[in-house]
């Protein structure tokens, strides 16, 4: 019989989940189903428990219910205990485990992917909500030399550095946290955004001088073109660019292999994702 999985969310049309799945699934020869559901904001649980009861093996959680996922679950692992977030429910009778494969998505496609290695480099972290506590464990055990978290409200970034300098990961480094106006003066080889501020083409106050020669810049958002952090970049020279796809396309990797056993070359799915 055919397992099915689902992208649940609100909403959920636009989700390229479903696309991704169908040729993960005819690369690796998994005979599964995965659709989309359509969840109203107040019933998340009962339409989760809904498809567990018609046979339902999985979903992948987008927005806005990522928190609700990890309170939902009975266990939990490591990294959706750190994000206090999950985007990857299995399911195993009436159980339901959480995980959260965002972080690992970031780092392979920032290592493997576009060959940045993240070992000994200064990083910075733009933002401080769900998406970079979701990435934060992961980050921190690609060991960086230095990792610093910016938001627009630094009692944020400070509480969030707080709570993950008692990581083991973070023994042997620096983190810690500040507002947009500490950054001047401050410069990184790598810079991530993990703010909303590409879906509302609004940037934070962001210094001219924030990149070292050979930095990357990469933002979780994609779309078509630019997006407004990027375009920032670039007009200050900045020639490495990624947006957030090859992370869309590592995290549902990892979603796979947690429900198959296998995993999935991402490399054709990204060429085809690129291509449409």
């Not at 944020?156 to 620096?174: D, N, T, Y």
């Not at 934070?204 to 920032?232: I, N, Q």
């Amino acid at each position: 019989m055919t397992d099915r999985y689902a992208v649940i969310g609100h909403p959920v049309a636009h989700s390229q989940s479903p696309g991704i799945h169908a040729m993960f699934a005819a690369q690796t020869g998994e005979d599964i189903a995965y659709g989309r559901l359509l969840a109203p904001v107040d019933g998340f649980a009962e339409w989760v428990k809904a498809f567990i009861a018609e046979g339902g093996r999985g979903v992948n959680v987008t927005l806005p219910f990522k928190l609700e996922a990890y309170e939902l679950a009975d266990e939990v692992s490591e990294r959706a205990r750190q994000a206090r977030a999950a985007n990857t429910l299995s399911f195993s009778g009436k159980k339901i485990s959480a995980d959260n494969t965002d972080g690992i998505g970031l780092v392979r496609d920032i290592e493997i992917n576009l060959e940045f290695e993240l070992k000994n480099k200064r990083v910075l972290l733009m933002g401080a909500g769900g998406a970079a506590r979701g990435v934060l464990l992961p980050l921190l055990e690609a060991r960086p030399a230095r990792l610093i978290i910016a938001n627009r409200t630094v009692e944020r970034a400070i509480q969030l550095a707080r709570s993950v300098r008692r990581q083991p990961a973070a023994a042997h480094m620096e983190v810690s946290a500040c507002a947009f106006d500490d950054l001047p003066g401050q410069r990184f080889e790598l810079v991530i955004n993990a703010t909303s501020s590409s879906l509302s083409d609004e940037l934070p106050p962001l210094p001219d001088d924030l990149f070292v020669a050979g930095a990357l810049a990469y933002d979780m958002m994609y779309g078509k073109g630019l997006t407004s952090f990027l375009a920032y970049a670039e007009a200050r020279n900045v020639e490495r660019l990624a947006d957030g796809l090859g992370m869309l396309v590592e995290q549902a990797a990892e979603s796979f292999m947690i429900w198959r056993g296998v995993r999935p070359d991402t490399q054709p799915v990204m060429l085809a994702l690129r291509k449409s």
